[in-house]
């Protein structure tokens, strides 16, 4: 599978974001999805991951109450709705997939920045 995420750009603090993130080659019904983001000189940090089906969903503890992740597997997209910017989220934002069952996050997507400025 392909993966394209799309969205981001230069925000304001308080201000919210849409990412997208666009799966082709195979359908992403078959893959539990996940946002990660990485800033600079800083490690990567999980964001927040869909099952599947759409069932089970979870968030890093610092978005928690501010973004939510969506898909729409007939569209084959995964959505991260981001709300209340702030700058300590400027990062570049990657969409990730793994087959179900899988531990590990084996297909990326490029990125997308974003930057929220104070």
């Known amino acids: 599978v392909q993966l394209q995420a799309s969205g981001g750009g230069l925000v304001q603090a308080g201000d919210s974001l849409r990412l997208s993130c666009a799966g082709s080659?195979?359908?992403?019904?078959?893959?539990?999805m996940g946002w990660f983001r990485q800033a600079p000189g800083k490690e990567r940090e999980f964001v927040a991951g869909?099952?599947?089906?759409?069932?089970?969903?979870e968030y890093g503890i610092s978005v928690l109450g501010r973004f939510l992740i969506s898909r729409d597997n007939a569209r084959n997209t995964v959505d991260l709705q981001m709300n209340s910017l702030k700058p300590e989220d400027t990062a570049v934002y990657y969409c990730?997939?793994?087959?179900?069952?899988?531990?590990?996050?084996?297909?990326w997507g490029q990125g997308t920045l974003v930057t929220v400025s104070s």
């Open positions: 990730a997939a793994r087959l179900k069952g899988m531990a590990r996050y084996d297909y």
């Open positions: 869909i099952s599947w089906s759409g069932g089970h969903i």
């Open positions: 080659g195979r359908t992403l019904s078959d893959y539990d």
